[in-house]
């Protein structure tokens, strides 16, 4: 069964930093991988869908990669911001391309 | 436009109630999904609809009953639910299921809180 971990469960950084969010994955068959950003009660917002043909994709201040073989994805943000705050997932999408299975989430405070 | 729309944005029932959450999409895509959230944990997958069929039940209880009447509208039955099912329901949508780049698009959330 796919295990999603991701390290580390907090951080808070002061505003400026560039940072990054890891996620580990236990199944290579991991097919996509896609980050998420959730902010407090309310739904998912998608940030990147990285395919398994794919070693990084990018969005604006925002760049995640995907290492299969190592089974690890992280989340680049550049000049964090206060905006920035939320709780990041991360979650693998398996072969057959109907699952995702998430990790436990980063929860992120950018301080001003 | 990827927005996923759900309805209502909190409920508060009974054990004894009947109830139903409601989630649309128009962005033309053939799989949806159920999924339950408790407080400061991960989505967990309920159910996953391609082509209105159910293909995936997550072994949910059976007071919790899926329905998509048609492409667009996915529904959640609830009857005679328990405290502990109390949480955040997200439904998603993604163009397809199968080994695609298909991306997951959740909708806002439903916040039930059983009494």
């Known amino acids: 069964k796919q295990e999603v971990t991701q390290i580390p469960a907090a951080l808070s950084v002061p505003e400026g930093e560039n940072l990054v969010l890891n996620c580990s994955f236990t199944d290579s068959a991991i097919y996509n991988l896609q980050w998420f950003r959730q902010d407090p009660g309310k739904g998912l917002t998608s940030l990147l869908l990285i395919q398994s043909s794919q070693r990084e994709q990018t969005s604006g201040r925002l760049n995640a990669s995907l290492d299969k073989s190592s089974g690890r994805s992280t989340l680049y943000i550049a000049a964090s911001q206060p905006g920035d705050s939320a709780t990041y997932l991360c979650a693998g999408i398996n072969n057959a391309g109907n699952m995702l299975t998430f990790g436990g989430g980063t929860r992120l405070m950018v301080k001003p | 436009d990827t927005e996923v729309t759900q309805t209502p944005k909190h409920l508060v029932m009974g054990m004894t109630n009947k109830k139903s959450l409601k989630c649309e999409q128009h962005?033309?895509?053939?799989?949806m999904y159920w999924y339950k959230q408790k407080a400061k944990k991960p989505p967990e997958l309920m159910f996953v609809?391609?082509?209105?069929?159910?293909?995936i039940n997550e072994s949910v209880p059976s007071r919790f009953s899926p329905e998509c009447p048609n492409s667009s509208l996915l529904n959640l039955h609830l009857h005679a639910l328990q405290p502990e099912d109390s949480a955040l329901y997200l439904c998603?949508?993604?163009?397809?299921?199968?080994?695609?780049?298909?991306?997951?698009?959740f909708g806002p959330g439903t916040r039930l809180t059983v009494t």
């Open positions: 998603a949508s993604s163009q397809d299921v199968g080994s695609g780049a298909y991306e997951q698009y």
């Open positions: 962005m033309g895509h053939r799989a």
């Open positions: 609809y391609s082509y209105e069929k159910l293909s």
